[in-house]
């Protein structure tokens, strides 16, 4: 079992840049693909980024590709999401998971463990 830990969320205005953190509690999550996804009011869970357990490989959704990057340290056992310019659509919850195999799957079923979210809000 991994529990993980989502951090860094916040309210921010248009433009701003915010960082957050995924750690799992008590136990490595170095040999897992962790993914990053984030669901709005009324909307589906959809894809933001993964990254493989190495941190050689990475996926984006379209709409964040060029904004957000996701990176790990697995010294530290963490995963970040840096998001730069963010906009209004941003805001939701986002979810940090993680999956076993080496796939960047983007679909939320292909993830086994998941965090209880952090709240982005972006203002306009």
């Known amino acids: 079992q991994v529990q993980l830990v989502e951090s860094g969320g916040g309210l921010v205005q248009a433009g701003d840049s915010l960082r957050l953190s995924c750690a799992p509690s008590?136990?490595?999550?170095?040999?897992?693909?962790v993914g990053w996804f984030r669901q709005a009011p009324g909307k589906e869970r959809e894809f933001v980024a993964a990254i493989s357990w190495s941190g050689g490989r990475t996926s984006y959704a379209d709409s964040v590709k060029d904004r957000f990057a996701i990176s790990r340290i697995n010294a530290k056992n963490t995963v970040y999401l840096q998001m730069n310019r963010l906009k209004p659509e941003d805001t939701a919850v986002y979810y940090c998971?993680?999956?076993?195999?080496?796939?960047?799957?983007?679909?939320?079923?292909?993830?086994?463990?998941w965090g209880q979210g952090t709240q982005v809000t972006v203002s306009s």
């Open positions: 998971a993680t999956a076993p195999g080496v796939a960047l799957a983007t679909i939320p079923p292909a993830y086994n463990y």
């Open positions: 008590g136990r490595t999550f170095s040999f897992y693909v």
